[in-house]
């Protein structure tokens, strides 16, 4: 289904009271507590104009395509100073513990786990709508290929045309720490 064709009252459902609500995992928090009324409503806002006029290109119906391993990526390619950037901290349990932080429970607007859901598999509550899918982290032999400056410039400007929104106010140390954390899950 694609996203914009997703009931209104359903989206607000699973942000604004979590997973059970909606018949789905109590492992889903409830988000209404911690961005508030008018948080809820931006997100949706944001969520409904970013998927208009998006193609139905696949029909993933319930999430079929979330979770493959090596996903066909168009993702826009980052500019060649970006690319080239590495992660300048190291890979250390306190870095990986902060970018998980971030991933299940802090990044504003929308912690990335909404998404790409708790395993970083692309399975979160609202990635089975989204086509393109979102990200399998877990996926090493996919993820490999992929270099640090990209995930860098991906989550600061997001994934136009997609659901990958932009992290814009996420200061770098913080999606450095993300991209330590993602690196984390890779099998
Ligand atoms: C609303 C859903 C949504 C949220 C929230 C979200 N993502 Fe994504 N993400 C996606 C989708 C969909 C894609 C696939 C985009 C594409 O194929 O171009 C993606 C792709 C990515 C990629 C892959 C970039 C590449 O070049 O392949 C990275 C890295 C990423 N997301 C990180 C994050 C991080 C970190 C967060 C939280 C700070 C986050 N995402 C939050 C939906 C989301």
């Not at 999430?63 to 060649?80: D, I, L, M, N, W």
């Not at 790409?116 to 996926?139: I, S, W, Y």
């Not at 992929?146 to 770098?172: C, E, R, V, Y």
Request: hydrophobic share 40%; aromatic share 10%.
């Amino acid at each position: 289904m694609p996203f914009e064709k997703l009931p209104m009252e359903y989206l607000y459902n699973v942000i604004n009271h979590g997973g059970p609500a909606v018949g789905k995992s109590p492992n889903m928090p409830y988000w209404g507590l911690t961005m508030g009324q008018q948080g809820v409503a931006d997100v949706i806002a944001y969520l409904k104009v970013t998927f208009k006029g998006i193609p139905d290109v696949t029909a993933v119906g319930d999430g079929a395509q979330a979770g493959v391993c090596v996903q066909p990526r168009k993702t826009a390619k980052a500019s060649e100073d970006f690319i080239s950037k590495t992660n300048p901290f190291p890979f250390s349990s306190h870095s990986i513990q902060a970018g998980k932080e971030l991933f299940l429970r802090t990044a504003q607007p929308i912690a990335c786990v909404m998404c790409h859901g708790e395993q970083g598999d692309g399975k979160g509550l609202m990635g089975a709508a989204l086509v393109p899918p979102p990200r399998n982290f877990t996926c090493g032999m996919m993820m490999r290929e992929i270099p640090d400056g990209q995930l860098f410039w991906i989550i600061k400007n997001g994934s136009s045309g997609t659901g990958m929104m932009a992290f814009p106010g996420l200061p770098d140390e913080q999606v450095w720490q993300l991209i330590h954390y993602i690196r984390s899950l890779a099998k």
